[in-house]
């Protein structure tokens, strides 16, 4: 079923899936072991990617291998079974118009009662056929935090001007998450957030401007994580830019990316840079730096990926953009490593945007809307009688 869509209105959009519901009590998983943080050096990394390339060596083992490492991530997830795809009951309204592109403040429910809250950016000109883009973010908080800050709107806004329809989405306890009263540290933020990434795809392949076979996604730190979880569990994500994120040794801080064993059990261990593998074939940019986690990239975690892509005879879908003067974040150096990225896996019209002369994507053109034009709720608007109270124990 389509999406109707219509300006500064309740759209709902109802989605059904026979795959049977989650178990509400899952199996306890023998030997899980929470790979957090610095769980090991870097000189261990090394031998751990040792140790798991000789698991594999051609594509038909190293599929055997990817779909263990995906079973793991959704059983530790407590994803398996998928859950039901209920109603997304999908809200889009307020729609602004910009120099070249359009935003809406856009939610819909991840599972009922609790709703993902977003921004939904589109082409001031569309065809109906055209990409679509999650833009999930990291851990950067305040009023202007996540998907509210500068440096995301200016991403969605720049490939929403190429002709992308982008999606940019609160993680729990950030944005309006965090306004109407949740907190990050939800004892199922892992959880909700990996299910909320898979729905927002449900999302954008319903939209009825949006191409179901091209989908792409790019985030940053926590975002990253995010980035390559989400395409490495769901094949309908083509292509995937996590930045700052991919490393052999670092897990990730927040229980939101390494609180729930995904990593490690008495049957298999895995890292971040082995899960971040699992795109292959898709097209895959690890975009790293030298002044965090990923400063090991080019000669560590891209060599053992490139070995994976190899396999399939795709070396050329995966890259590396390493910039080792930078630190952590997805400023403007790392929004230009990605635009071209995203613009030729994508086939998105750079015209107008791409400065030929200096090879930069043109930025200056966005708005960066104040955080209360952003709010999908708010007093003329109100949440939905039936949203869940904030910190509820969500049901799969």
């Known amino acids: ?49 040792e140790r798991l390339a000789a698991t594999w060596t051609n594509q038909e083992e190293w599929q055997v291998r990817a779909k263990q490492i995906r079973q793991q ?46 921004n939904l950016y589109r082409p001031l000109k569309s065809d109906g056929n055209r990409p679509g883009i999650l833009c999930p973010h990291g851990h950067a908080r305040g009023r202007e935090g996540g998907r509210l800050r500068p440096e995301q709107q200016h991403r969605c806004a720049t490939l929403a001007r190429m002709g992308a329809v982008v999606f940019s989405y609160d993680m729990v306890g950030f944005g309006d998450s965090e306004y109407l009263g949740w907190n990050h540290q939800h004892e199922q933020a892992l959880t909700l957030q990996t299910w909320s990434s898979i729905r927002a795809v449900d999302f954008l392949q319903f939209l ?12 940053c730190s926590g975002g990253g994580t995010q980035t390559f979880l989400l395409t490495a569990i769901d094949d309908r994500v083509k292509v995937a830019v996590p930045v700052v994120m991919v490393s052999a040794h670092f897990f990730g801080g927040c229980n939101c990316e390494s609180g729930m064993p995904i990593h490690k059990t008495a049957n298999l261990e895995t890292n971040n840079a082995e899960i971040a593998a699992l ?19 080019p000669k560590v ?3 053992y990926i490139r070995s994976v892509f190899k396999t399939f005879g795709a070396e050329d879908q995966v890259e ?18 990605m635009y071209p990225f995203m613009v030729k896996h994508l086939k998105l019209n750079s015209a107008g945007v791409l400065d030929p002369a200096t090879g930069l994507f043109d930025e200056t053109a966005n708005t960066i809307e104040p955080v209360d034009d952003m709010r999908v709720f708010d007093d003329s608007f109100p949440l939905p009688m039936h949203t869940l109270k904030p910190g509820s124990i969500v049901k799969f």
């Open 301 to 303: 975690e891209y060599p």
């Open 208 to 219: 009825d401007d949006v191409n179901a076979d091209q989908i792409g996604v790019t985030g």
């Open 1 to 49: 079923m389509k999406l109707l869509h219509a300006a500064a209105v309740t759209v709902l959009l109802v989605l059904q899936n026979p795959v049977a519901p989650a178990q509400d009590t899952p199996p306890k998983i023998p030997g899980a072991v929470l790979c957090q943080g610095n769980y090991q050096t870097e000189d261990e990394a090394v031998r751990q990617l």
């Open 320 to 337: 590396n953009k390493h910039f080792p003067d930078e630190g952590h974040g997805y400023q403007e150096s790392k929004r230009q490593a």
């Open 279 to 297: 795109a292959a074939p898709r097209p895959l940019l690890l975009v790293s730096v030298g002044g965090d986690w990923t400063k090991n990239t």
């Open 73 to 118: 991530i959704l059983v530790g997830a407590k994803l398996d079974p998928l859950p039901e795809r209920t109603p997304l009951n999908a809200i889009i309204r307020n729609k602004r118009r910009f120099n070249g592109y359009t935003v809406e403040s856009a939610a819909f429910e991840a599972r009922p009662g609790f709703f993902v809250y977003g």
